[in-house]
C-alpha cells in the first residue's frame, strides 16, 4: 500500500442463502460474526425490509434476516401461519443453521412472531427488541387481524403477492396529491 493512503473500512457481506424447511424453501440474509441478531419482517413484508441496518451491524454481530413463510423468496405453501406456527419454523430454521442463542429483533408483525418465540423458547432468546410491533396495545391493523382467521392462509397469499402490493399502492399513490396517506401497516 502506498504511503499516506489509508484502506477502505471492510463491508460485511451479507449473503443470500435458502435452507430446506420440512420441506420448504426458506431464504434468508445472513452475514457478521459474533452474537447472532435474528430479524423479523412484518406481514407483506420481506427480509428487504432490514437491507439498510444489516450491513452496518453486521460489523458487530452475526446477522439472519428470513423471508417467512408465505413472504419474500420463501415458499408460499398451504398451512399454519399463526404466530406460533413462524416461532417454531424460526427454532428450525436457526436448528439447521446451528445457531443455538438468538437477540430477536421484530417489526411489526414480525414483533408478535418475536414474542411467541420468546415464549415458546426462552432458552434460545437473550434479548427481545420490538419495533413498531403488532400484538401491543388495543389497536391492531385489519391486516394483522385478517391474519389470524380461519382460511387466513389463502388470503396471506394473495396480499403477500408482488402484484397484489404494486396494484394497492397504485391505488393508493393518488390520494398523495391530496394529502391523504395509507400507513405503512396496511400495504
Aim: aromatic letters at 6%.
Amino acid at each position: 500500500m502506498a504511503k499516506g493512503k489509508m484502506r477502505a473500512p471492510i463491508e460485511p457481506k451479507i449473503r443470500v442463502e435458502t435452507s430446506k424447511i420440512h420441506g420448504n424453501d426458506v431464504s434468508f440474509r445472513r452475514g457478521g460474526t459474533g452474537e447472532t441478531l435474528l430479524f423479523i419482517h412484518g406481514i407483506a413484508g420481506s427480509c428487504d425490509t432490514f437491507d439498510t441496518v444489516l450491513p452496518e451491524i453486521a460489523k458487530e454481530c452475526e446477522v439472519i434476516a428470513p423471508d417467512l413463510l408465505g413472504h419474500g423468496r420463501s415458499a408460499k405453501p398451504r398451512g399454519d401461519y399463526s404466530l406460533g406456527a413462524y416461532a417454531s419454523g424460526l427454532r428450525d430454521l436457526l436448528e439447521v443453521l446451528e445457531v443455538d442463542k438468538v437477540s430477536i429483533v421484530g417489526h411489526s408483525m414480525g414483533g408478535g412472531v418475536a414474542m411467541q418465540f420468546a415464549y415458546q423458547f426462552p432458552e434460545r432468546c437473550s434479548r427481545l427488541v420490538l419495533v413498531s410491533s403488532g400484538g401491543l396495545g388495543p389497536e391492531v391493523t385489519p391486516l394483522l387481524r385478517a391474519a389470524t382467521l380461519p382460511g387466513a392462509e389463502a388470503f396471506l397469499s394473495v396480499a403477500t403477492h408482488a402484484r397484489t402490493k404494486k396494484v394497492v399502492s397504485s391505488l393508493v399513490s393518488p390520494f398523495g396529491k391530496l394529502g391523504i396517506y395509507a400507513k405503512d401497516s396496511l400495504i
